[in-house]
T-cell receptor, first 114, second 110 residues
Framework: DVKVTQSSRYLVKRTGEKVFLECVQD?????MFWYRQDPGLGLRLIYF???????EKGDIPEGYSVSREKKERFSLILESASTNQTSMYLC?????????????FGDGTRLSIL | DAKTTQPPSMDCAEGRAANLPCNHS???????VYWYRQIHSQGPQYIIH???NNETNEMASLIITEDRKSSTLILPHATLRDTAVYYC???????????FGTGTRLLVSP
């Protein structure tokens, strides 16, 4: 089974802090994604990576950056956390070698910015 | 981009089949339909996907109409643990990003 592991289930940080969310997948997938999920707004793509050191902006990249130094790990960074970044953050991955393969998700990190 | 429409909620008795419908009338010829579910406070779980043929796996069956404008997810013997929000999705764009709508909240009762 595909395993996508997010480092924390719950996280509380303060406004202005630099926050790191980590995601690791064990299926040698090329593609990795970061989404946030908010009530009434559904799932929104923040960033996407299709290879090591490669990244593409999603729909809402402002205030975020990402890092992919190794194939299995994709990190989301909140440069200076703000209260409007309180949300559920979801990491996903899939293979890029064959088209139309499903994305597999981690359990999410529920982040609160105080 | 294909938009999907699902009923907001459905009920099912434990042990019975749950049939969850989805309309995707603007789907393009090469776009797949995916089904995910999300149990409260957990990440979305992939269930099944298909293009035009019916599909079955250990979790569910997917029936796609011949014109591909709608599909039905079938959970053959629903259990209490199948209570969740079910999302029907047609990914779009070069990144194949997932856009979850409001989904169908399925309640399985004893």
């Amino acid at each position: 089974d595909v395993k996508v592991t997010q480092s924390s289930r719950y996280l509380v940080k303060r406004t202005g802090e630099k926050v790191f969310l980590e995601c690791v997948q064990d299926m040698d997938h090329e593609n990795m994604f970061w989404y946030r999920q908010d009530p009434g707004l559904g799932l929104r793509l923040i960033y996407f990576s299709y290879d090591v050191k490669m990244k593409e902006k999603g729909d809402i990249p402002e205030g975020y950056s990402v890092s992919r130094e190794k194939k299995e790990r994709f990190s989301l960074i909140l440069e200076s956390a703000s209260t409007n970044q309180t949300s559920m953050y979801l990491c996903a991955s899939n293979t890029g070698l064959r088209g139309n393969q499903p994305q597999h998700f981690g359990d999410g990190t529920r982040l609160s910015i105080l | 981009d294909a938009k999907t429409t699902q009923p907001p909620s459905m009920d099912c008795a434990e042990g019975r089949a749950a049939n969850l419908p989805c309309n995707h009338s603007t789907i393009s010829g090469n776009e797949y339909v995916y089904w995910y579910r999300q149990i409260h406070s957990q990440g979305p779980q992939y269930i099944i996907h298909g293009l035009k043929n019916n599909e079955t796996n250990e979790m569910a069956s997917l029936i796609i109409t011949e014109d591909r404008k709608s599909s039905t997810l079938i959970l053959p013997h629903a259990t209490l643990r199948d209570t969740a929000v079910y999302y029907c999705i047609v990914p779009h764009g070069s990144f194949q990003k997932l856009v979850f709508g409001t989904g169908t909240r399925l309640l399985v009762s004893p």
